[in-house]
């Protein structure tokens, strides 16, 4: 036989499954912060600010990048630092062969700047960062933003080739050629006076091409933070839509708690008024 519940306990039974749903709901948003867990929620909050987390996962892995070639080109602008000194060293030793005569001093001096070329070659090949080395011609492509393919940097040394002493015109010199001949002989002199006017001209090749990297760097440092501006921003207006205020949810569960509460001593006093009437049979 079917059971028949009053209209009274029907409605009590209602109000406690009811509040029992909205307190969970509340105790729900509470445990995560959140407002809006689901698609169900709330379909268009839900879905915007799961794009908006999405873009600005995208921009974070990209500003990663960025990290990564601003590292590449310090690298790069501190070997050219090195280059540069090691440059400046060998044009003393030059200057203080051409100050001299003496052949054995001549030599000793080009023996000692034979050895700062090779040391210029081997810093150029150490100053690369994670697999790439702008001084020895390698292209960095930086990308600021992951949806289109022309927010993009390429970077590359100005000679686009390795920066070697050979090719910065320099030449080591062969044994004696700092040396002048007999008599009037003036071959040691031109020798020297070449090697000078080279290096100067290379320190000024360095000089650009650390200009060039500066600015570069300073693109990549721009963006690095406008990215991190936009990330934020992203972030910010996703957790908007989907936050919950704690201090709202809480007074809401205390006051749902109550009503719960003033069901069950409802669902009480309706239970009690059959029993009553049966009392009187």
Known sequence: MA???????????????????????????????????????????????????????????LQDAMGNAVKTIDAASTGIDGMSKLLQTAQGLASSASATTDSSTRASLMKQYNTILAQVD???????FNGINLLKGDKLTVKFDGSTTTATLGIQNLATG??????LGIATGAAGAWTNGAGTDTTGDVAIATQLTNVAKAITTLRSEASALGANGAIVKTRQEFTASIINTLKTGA?????????????????????????????????????????LF
């Open 122 to 128: 081997e810093l150029m090949g150490n100053s690369g």
């Open 3 to 61: 059971v028949t519940l009053s209209s009274g306990i029907r409605d009590a039974l209602l109000s406690i499954q009811q509040t029992t749903a909205s307190a969970a709901t509340a105790q729900t948003r509470l445990a995560t912060g959140r407002k809006i867990n689901t698609a169900i929620d709330n379909p268009l909050n839900y879905f915007t600010a799961a794009g908006l987390n999405d873009r600005a996962s995208d921009l974070s892995n």
């Open 162 to 167: 390795a920066l070697t002493a050979t090719a």
């Open 239 to 279: 957790d908007q839509l989907t936050l919950a205020d704690v201090n709202e949810e809480g007074a809401n569960l205390i006051s749902l708690n109550t009503r719960g509460q003033l069901a069950q001593t409802a669902l009480s006093l309706a239970s009690q008024r059959e029993q009553a009437v049966l009392r």
